[in-house]
T-cell receptor, first 112, second 113 residues
Framework: DAKTTQPPSMDCAEGRAANLPCNHSTISGNEYVYWYRQIHSQGPQYIIHGLKNNETNEMASLIITEDRKSSTLILPHATLRDTAVYYCIVNENSNSGYALNFGKGTSLLVTP | GAVVSQHPSWVICKSGTSVKIECRSLDFQATTMFWYRQFPKQSLMLMATSNEGSKATYEQGVEKDKFLINHASLTLSTLTVTSAHPEDSSFYIC?????????FGPGTRLTVL
């Protein structure tokens, strides 16, 4: 079972920031927060991950609350190509060998 | 980033035939690969974990004799759907574990007539 809760869908205007929330209230101390996205009929694409500090890369920023029970993925300037299903997943570091378990994700629609 | 490929990208077969799907890690070695299945409008469901040189571990409800997995090298895992039926039609996706994240293949769409 997925250990995360995400809104089923969100809309965002092109050029605006898209803020995607995720609740993971049962996260344990050694579990990371991973974000992936899946564009229609493609394999999931890695976006970002973090443990407790905020993280930023060329794709997005990840804000994790101090108690680690929730996080927000921020796409700073959404484009039409960012329309996809976004999955928030908690898991031990990939070296643990555990598979990523996908919940239902958030379907993000970026509109012109 | 690391690349994982799958072949074929799509396949159509007759009911009762077997289909083999290949998953390759192109620029890194993967001791562990995972196979997922995704039905329309649903999320990815883990089918099995494939470890190089050993037997795969299947999730509950996944028939190991129907979905044969072979992970003979550090860069290749194969999934064979034996005696395929229309209900096996789905999007099959593999992933390979890298240093810090898992990388996913582009998926294989299987249609069984």
């Amino acid at each position: 079972d997925a250990k995360t809760t995400q809104p089923p869908s969100m809309d965002c205007a092109e050029g605006r920031a898209a803020n995607l929330p995720c609740n993971h209230s049962t996260i344990s101390g050694n579990e990371y927060v991973y974000w992936y996205r899946q564009i229609h009929s493609q394999g999931p694409q890695y976006i970002i991950h973090g443990l407790k500090n905020n993280e930023t890369n060329e794709m997005a920023s990840l804000i994790i609350t101090e108690d680690r029970k929730s996080s927000t993925l921020i796409l700073p300037h959404a484009t039409l190509r960012d329309t996809a299903v976004y999955y928030c997943i908690v898991n031990e570091n990939s070296n643990s060998g555990y598979a990523l378990n996908f919940g239902k994700g958030t379907s993000l629609l970026v509109t012109p | 980033g690391a690349v994982v490929s799958q072949h074929p990208s799509w396949v159509i077969c007759k009911s009762g035939t077997s289909v083999k799907i290949e998953c390759r890690s192109l620029d890194f070695q993967a001791t562990t690969m995972f196979w997922y299945r995704q039905f329309p409008k649903q999320s990815l469901m883990l089918m099995a974990t494939s470890n190089e040189g050993s037997k795969a571990t299947y999730e509950q409800g996944v028939e190991k004799d129907k979905f044969l997995i072979n992970h003979a090298s550090l860069t290749l895992s194969t999934l064979t759907v034996t005696s395929a039926h229309p209900e096996d039609s789905s999007f099959y996706i593999c992933s390979a574990r890298g240093l810090n994240e898992q990388f996913f293949g582009p998926g294989t769409r299987l249609t069984v007539l």
